[in-house]
């Protein structure tokens, strides 16, 4: 049977390359992201714990689904857990389950993460937040596949396979004594690193155009604009390239997406070139410049209109024009101009 499933998985994953550029919701052909899609088929077929390790927005819930799919757990439960967005005090009760009257609140029994997840996958993202207490107990869960219901001395047998995710250096943290040792060397027999976007950059072209599919008209983006898209660090990787991407097409209404789109994009993503870092920082910069003296210029030196279309205070805009030293300079008329004028005159 796991020999039957094997084949059937690997023809699920090579038909998505052959009729998209999606494999399992992600998206890439640079030869990083082949490797990351091979890798997964393998981690798919076996039964053991896989650690994914990536910055923020490569696509780590994503990388997840796709284990779940491609293995003979696929008709069974996936079921993800953020753990840095669960109470400490309720941890426990999260991923164990509790009995009623187990504690003030507990009216009811509830069955936990590892119950819920039985004969499937329990996706345990930002394992780095969780607290040394419950590290402990969940290396026991991993190990003796057993696990206890607060309030209950009944144990019960847990067959859910765990995936989890992390953007630190667990190593690091295990140093600094914030995360244990011995859960860590159990999580990591096969550790997966998703590519940032910055070393995936020939797969940026792919993804935009990937994330404009379904558009009725469909927008066209102009070689300036990817050529400008590429110049970015993406310290948001693929999750802040489709942001930018939504920007951009507002800002385009609709049509060809240009230059000073992508720029206004971002422009208006929460990241100011004075705390961006480094070269990140420097280009932004640059495109910021950039973008605001073409405002000025097509507003004729109108500085309020200019205000408007950036979407910026007025006093920003002066602000701005004060750093990055720009002043509008008045274009010299054209001959047919000066011809017009005389033919009135």
């Given amino acids: 049977m796991q020999q039957a499933w094997n084949g059937r998985g690997n023809e699920i994953a090579r038909a998505e390359e052959r009729d998209c550029p999606a494999f399992c919701g992600m998206v890439g052909r640079s030869r990083a992201m082949r490797r990351f899609f091979a890798l997964l088929r393998r981690v798919a077929e076996l039964e053991i714990p896989v650690l994914l390790v990536g910055e923020t927005g490569t696509g780590k819930e994503l990388a997840a689904r796709a284990i779940h799919r491609l293995s003979p757990r696929t008709g069974g439960p996936f079921l993800p857990i953020n753990c840095a967005a669960v109470a400490r005090e309720i941890f426990e009760s999260e991923l164990f389950g509790h009995e009623r009257g187990a504690f003030t609140s507990a009216y009811t029994r509830k069955e936990g993460a590892f119950e819920a997840a039985s004969e499937g996958t329990l996706f345990l993202d930002e394992i780095g937040e969780l607290p040394l207490a419950m590290q402990a107990k969940l290396l026991r869960a991993i190990e003796l596949k057993e ?13 859910a396979r765990l995936v989890a995710a992390t953007n630190r250096d667990l190593a690091a943290e295990v140093e600094a004594g914030r995360f244990r040792a011995d ?36 927008p066209t983006v102009a070689p300036e604009a990817i050529e400008t898209l590429r110049e970015y660090a993406w310290p948001g990787n693929v999750r802040e390239l489709k942001n930018v991407v939504e920007r951009s097409v507002i800002f385009s209404g609709g049509g060809r997406i240009e230059r000073e789109h992508v720029c206004r994009a971002l422009m208006h993503g929460g990241l100011s070139p004075a705390s961006a870092a480094g070269g990140e920082g420097k280009l932004l910069e640059r495109m910021e410049r950039r973008l605001i003296a073409a405002e000025l210029a097509r507003n004729h030196g109108n500085k309020k209109e200019t205000a408007e279309s950036l979407g910026i205070a007025k006093s920003t805009l002066f602000e701005k024009l004060k750093r990055y030293g720009i002043g509008y300079v008045v274009p010299p008329r054209s001959r047919l101009e000066e011809e017009r004028e005389g033919c009135e005159a």
Avoid: C, T, W
Avoid at 147 to 159: A, C, L, M, P, Y
């Fill in 147 to 159: 696990i206890r219901r607060v309030g209950s001395n009944q144990v019960f047998e847990s067959n």
């Fill in 183 to 218: 859960l860590f060397y159990r999580l990591a027999i096969m550790p997966v690193h998703l590519p940032p976007l910055r070393r995936r950059i020939e797969d940026l072209e792919l993804l935009v155009r990937f994330f404009l599919q379904g558009r009725k008209p469909a």
